[in-house]
């Protein structure tokens, strides 16, 4: 059984065969109990703010008024992508029937072009900010390996790491759509220019949190490691995969940890500043829009912001776990 799943199914368990009971309620309290008290304790301050403040789009939505927009939101996607098959199946049968009257005809399908569903923007932001933290990865821990094993490198490289770190990702957005409208010309595009500049304003703010942390944990390799890879007369690729690696593995994940959790938030702004399409210009719309639900959508969709963003730490988490080798460290 997956080691995860019988942490939590474990307490259950010896509950039910009478071992050590309480020492079990103890546990799942703590594992259940507090979660749940916490997030009841938060609606319930929530529904009471709410409920004191008026706007001019009308009352602050509470966990009801949220819910219900969500719903709505689904309701609508359900609705457009019934549009979306009823359009295909319309052409297909109109084609069918050129066919039959004229068998040299070549059927030609058009793409539906209906507006994108609340769960497309989703999609579309976690594709975004997967492809440029995935890039900035491959990028950032090599240089983080390479400044970590040598100080030459790390003297070459760190005044650059300081200067551009604590710029805000937001300011690269206009060089980065300038640079990617200039350069990037083409009669028959792969990505649209709009994904693009997304994706490498979320790669600029992944770089740095990777860089420095990957170079930290290099350098919590210990002499006496060094001193075994040079008995060994390891090679440096070697030295690397052998040594430096599994070292510096929580100190990495750190660094992605937070990287990616960065890229998230500003892949957010970048898309309200820029009107990208993604979660970020829905919320824009939506406030744009000014209707009555409005407030609602909005809510709606910066708890899935959130949620989203714990679920993206926690697959890094689950990552993390699995490319470790000391597989018993409790990693939070």
Not at 135 to 142: D, E, N, T, V, Y
Request: aromatic share 10%; net charge neutral.
């Amino acid at each position: 059984m997956n080691p995860l799943k019988w942490a939590i199914i474990e307490p259950f368990y010896k509950l039910i065969i009478g071992e050590d009971r309480k020492g079990q309620i103890n546990t799942i309290v703590k594992m259940v109990g507090l979660p749940l008290a916490g997030i009841l304790i938060f609606l319930l301050l929530w529904q009471g703010a709410a409920s004191n403040i008026q706007t001019s789009l009308g009352q602050f939505p509470g966990p009801v008024q949220t819910y219900e927009q969500f719903q709505a939101l689904s309701e609508e996607a359900d609705a457009e992508a019934l549009k979306e098959q009823e359009f295909y199946q319309r052409q297909e049968e109109r084609n069918a029937a050129r066919v039959a009257k004229d068998p040299d005809y070549e059927p030609r399908v058009r793409e539906y072009t209906g507006p994108p569903t609340f769960f497309d923007q989703i999609g579309r932001s976690l594709i975004t900010v997967m492809s440029g933290f995935i890039l900035a990865s491959i990028i950032a821990i090599p240089i983080g390996i390479v400044i970590g094993l040598s100080s030459n490198a790390y003297a070459a490289v760190n005044p650059l790491i300081q200067v551009f770190k604590p710029v805000s990702p937001l300011a690269w957005l206009p060089l980065v759509t300038m640079v990617v409208s200039a350069m990037y010309v083409t009669d028959d595009p792969m990505f649209d220019k709009a994904f693009l500049n997304s994706m490498f304003t979320v790669l600029l703010c992944c770089l740095w949190p990777t860089i420095i942390n990957t170079a930290a944990g290099v350098a919590t390799v210990t002499q006496d490691l060094k001193n075994v890879s040079q008995v060994l007369s390891l090679s440096w690729w070697t030295h690397v995969r052998k040594i430096v690696l599994p070292c510096s593995i929580p100190m990495m994940f750190t660094g992605l940890r937070i990287s990616l959790g960065i890229a998230w938030m500003v892949l957010i702004a970048a898309e309200m500043l820029a009107q990208n399409p993604g979660l970020g210009k829905f919320v824009w719309d939506e406030f744009q829009n000014g209707s009555s639900d409005s407030l609602g959508r909005i809510m709606a969709a910066v708890i899935v912001i959130g949620i989203v963003g714990f679920f993206l730490d926690r697959g890094m988490l689950v990552l993390q776990k699995a490319v470790s080798w000391d597989k018993s460290a409790d990693i939070r």
